[in-house]
Every structure is written in structure tokens, then in C-alpha cells.
């Protein structure tokens, strides 16, 4: 009996001792900071970074494979917060923040207070703080993520059977949009379905539809970054991770009553048997307003005689698009493939002047990101100016994106192909609209070189 009661006792004085160390840990995850250390908690430092950057994709139904909602879905992944946040691989942001401008619409970022935030929080045992610090809950309009907000209208591509296995296949979809009336289009997205992104390699998408007579200024037959013209009614592109392309105020494109849209795909097989319906989604001015301006997207700097050795880093290929006619830049997106390393695109003036406009340094193939110009940054650019795209791919093991690093790689439309160039969305000014728009910039030092701090 004696020796049952001994056994009882011992365990018991465990059970306590542990109890203890557990209550202690508990009260000192939640005690306030010693002197001179910084105490940072979920719900009054983190969740409203969170919110801002991260739960837009982060939130269930949505593209990312866990939620950023509540502090009990993000503490498990805090010491992974804080390794992505630090290399500023997430949120997805690859613009070199020290080169040319830092201004851009909707830029998820985070500063380096920031990330030094998360970081604390992380290293601190990732405290839940006062239930009375946390702001209220982000709201979002449906589960379905459109990064130009609620489309007006959204039209389906026919469906589409990717096979597990087989070579790329590429075709078109013709389908009607439904329109009765014409309207003037201030955004555009493309996306495929869910569960469909890792087939689509890329959705092109074209308005078919009588142009008439041009419609708004800058908009002509023959025009376009260079003689290649709008490519016949081109409307968006879409490559994995592809955001939207929103329209600056007082900019658009017509769409006319019975149009309809070419849906141009690219299907890539991974393994498994997989259906897609890409979307196209649009959102419209209101019915009595007409925008001034004419926008449209074109290739920028390609250059299709890749070179791409086995075994080789830093390839560098250039590219250059003159401009035929006095220029505003709305946006820049580099296109790559799986190869791609960086990408810059700088403007060489007819006076001989060269200007860097931005630097994407950390190109992630998953990640075509549009990077949409503050209005008061967009680049001004006066007739003749050159248009430079610098490229670099990496072809060789330390690239994990890389298919297959034992093998040269040129230009080609093939997923394993690669390519080298820019969309960039334009706007055409007459001499008399150019020279007003500079002079209102004149004095103003709108450029921004670092990104501010928040």
C-alpha cells in the first residue's frame, strides 16, 4: 500500500511541477515587455497588417492555402511569416523599391518597420494581446476574388478538358458578351477557374466588334507603341498570378452593344485530368459619363532571340520599342517564364537622357504582377523616346522554378520555353495635352525613389 501511495505522490508532484512551468510560460507569453524590450501583439501590431496585406488572399475560398483571419489560423504559421516577410517573397511585390518609382496603386507592401513588426511578434512567441486592441473584421464583398473590385459583367469561355498528360495545346473560344448598349470600360481582369490556374498558362483576351470611326483621342487605325498597332482589339491578358488592369480617370475603351470576346488559350498538363471555364470579368464607367482618353496594353521591348545555355546564370537580353507618338505610362508588367530572373525597363530621350523607370528584382514566374502607376508618376514620355527592356534569366539548379536546368532554353510559346518582354498600358497625347501635362508637373517632385515609410 505504501509503495501505490509513493507511486501516487510522485506522480502527482509531476503532474504539479509541469502545471506550473506551463502556468509560467502562460503568464510571461502575456506579461508586458522588461524595460527596454518592445512587446508586440496580434490584435493591437499585427492583425491590422495582416488585414491590409495579406488577408485579401489569405481568407478562406480564396487563392492562398491557409486564412489570415483570426489569430488562431495565423499563430501556427508566425516563424513562416516572418522567413517570407523578411526575403519579401509575401506578400507578392517585386518592384526594387531603390530604382526609379515607388508609387503604385494598391501596393501590398510592407515597409521595414513592417517586417521588423512581424519579425518581433514571431521571435516573442506570437502573443495574442488585448481582445479590446483588435480592429473590427475586414469585410469582403464575395468569396470570389476580383482585383478590380465588383465587375458589372462577367463572361465565361467555353468549358475546356485538360488531359493529365500531352503536349501543350493552344486554341480559341468565341462567345457572346450579352451587351445591348455600348459602354466605356474602366478595368479588366482574366482568370481561370478555381483549381484550373496550374494548366492555364496564359488567356488572352480580344473585343470583336465593329470599330467605326476612333472614338476617343489617341485612338487610330494605325496606332501603338510601335507599328504593330492594337493587335485588333486586344483586351487583357492573363499569365499565373495576374492581378487587373485599372484604368486611370478620364481613361478607357469602348465596348459596343453585341460585341463579342475571343478567349485565346494556352493549356499546360500537370498530371491530372483538369476542367477550366476562364473568366473574363469588366467593370464600366457609369452610363453617362465618356472618358477622354484611349488605353491600351501592347508588348514592350521583345526580344525573341533568347539564348539560353545549360548551367548558366545573369543572361542578360535587351529589348527596344520606339515611341511613335507623345506617351503616358499607366502600368508595368514584366513577362517572363520559368526562367526569368529580373527585369528592368528604362526610357532613352531623344535628346540622349535616360531615365530608370522601375526594376522588378525578385521575378517569380507564379507572380505576373501589373504594377499600376500612381496618376501624378505616370511616366511622360514625348514622341521618338526609346523604350529599353533589360532581362535576365537563370538557367541552372539554383533556380527551383527551373523544369529542367540540363537543357539549353530559347524563345518559344511552350511552358518550357521561355520569353522576354514587357505589357505596358499607353496612352497617346497630342502636342498640345503633352505639353499641359508637363507643365502641371513642372515644380512638382512627385517621383518617389524609396518606398514611404508607413
Known amino acids: 500500500m505504501r509503495r501505490i501511495t509513493r507511486a501516487l505522490a510522485t506522480v502527482l508532484t509531476a503532474f504539479a511541477l509541469v502545471a506550473a512551468a506551463l502556468l509560467t510560460q502562460a503568464i510571461a507569453a502575456q506579461a508586458p515587455a522588461k524595460q527596454g524590450t518592445r512587446q508586440v501583439t496580434f490584435t493591437k501590431e499585427v ?62 507592401s510592407l515597409s521595414d518597420q513592417e517586417i521588423e513588426t512581424l519579425a518581433a511578434w514571431a521571435d516573442a512567441g506570437a502573443v495574442r494581446g488585448n481582445p479590446a486592441d483588435l480592429p473590427p473584421p475586414r469585410q469582403f464583398e464575395n468569396s470570389d476574388i476580383w482585383h478590380i473590385g465588383k465587375p458589372d459583367l462577367v463572361i465565361k469561355s467555353a468549358q475546356h478538358t485538360v488531359p493529365s498528360t500531352g503536349s501543350d495545346w493552344w486554341g480559341d473560344y ?43 483621342i489617341g485612338r487610330g487605325p494605325t496606332q501603338g507603341a510601335g507599328a504593330g498597332g492594337d493587335a485588333g482589339g486586344f483586351l487583357n491578358e492573363y499569365a499565373v498570378g495576374k492581378n487587373g488592369d485599372v484604368f486611370p480617370e478620364g481613361t478607357g475603351r469602348l465596348v459596343k452593344a453585341g460585341a463579342k470576346i475571343r478567349f485565346n488559350m494556352h493549356y499546360h498538363p500537370v498530371g491530372e485530368e483538369t476542367v477550366d471555364q476562364t473568366e473574363v470579368a469588366l467593370r464600366f464607367y457609369p452610363k453617362d459619363y465618356k472618358p477622354k482618353y484611349y488605353i491600351q496594353a501592347s508588348h514592350t521591348g521583345d526580344f525573341d532571340d533568347l539564348d539560353l545555355p545549360a548551367g548558366m546564370d545573369n543572361i542578360r537580353s535587351d529589348g527596344y520599342t520606339r515611341l511613335a507618338q507623345n506617351t503616358r ?126
Open 47 to 108: 492583425a491590422p497588417i495582416l488585414q491590409r496585406s495579406c488577408q485579401n488572399c489569405h481568407r478562406p475560398d480564396s487563392m492562398a492555402p491557409m486564412s489570415f483571419l483570426t489569430y488562431e489560423d495565423v499563430r501556427p504559421w508566425a516563424r513562416a511569416i516572418k522567413q517570407k516577410v523578411a526575403a519579401r517573397e509575401m506578400p507578392p511585390w517585386f518592384i526594387d523599391r531603390t530604382v526609379g518609382i515607388s508609387k503604385f496603386k494598391d501596393d501590398p
Open 329 to 454: 505610362i499607366t502600368s508595368f508588367q514584366p513577362h517572363l517564364h520559368n526562367r526569368g530572373k529580373a527585369q528592368c525597363m528604362e526610357a532613352i530621350y531623344p535628346n540622349g537622357k535616360v531615365e530608370q523607370l522601375n526594376c522588378v528584382n525578385n521575378y517569380k514566374f507564379g507572380w505576373h504582377i501589373v504594377y499600376n502607376y500612381v496618376d501624378d508618376v505616370q511616366p511622360l514620355l514625348p514622341a521618338g523616346t526609346m523604350l529599353h527592356v533589360i532581362s535576365w534569366h537563370n538557367n541552372t539548379a539554383s533556380n527551383r522554378y527551373n523544369p529542367d536546368p540540363r537543357n539549353w532554353v530559347g524563345f518559344g510559346q511552350r511552358s518550357i520555353d521561355d520569353m522576354s518582354f514587357a505589357w505596358v498600358n499607353y496612352i497617346w497625347l497630342t502636342d498640345e495635352d503633352f505639353k499641359a501635362q508637363v507643365e502641371e508637373r513642372k515644380g512638382k517632385d512627385v517621383r518617389q525613389t524609396t518606398q514611404p515609410q508607413r
Open 174 to 216: 468565341v462567345v457572346e458578351t450579352g451587351l445591348t448598349e455600348d459602354r466605356y470600360l474602366k478595368a479588366v481582369e482574366t482568370k481561370p477557374a478555381a483549381g484550373a490556374k496550374k494548366v492555364v498558362h496564359h488567356a488572352v483576351t480580344f473585343l470583336l466588334q465593329d470599330e467605326g470611326e476612333p472614338d476617343l
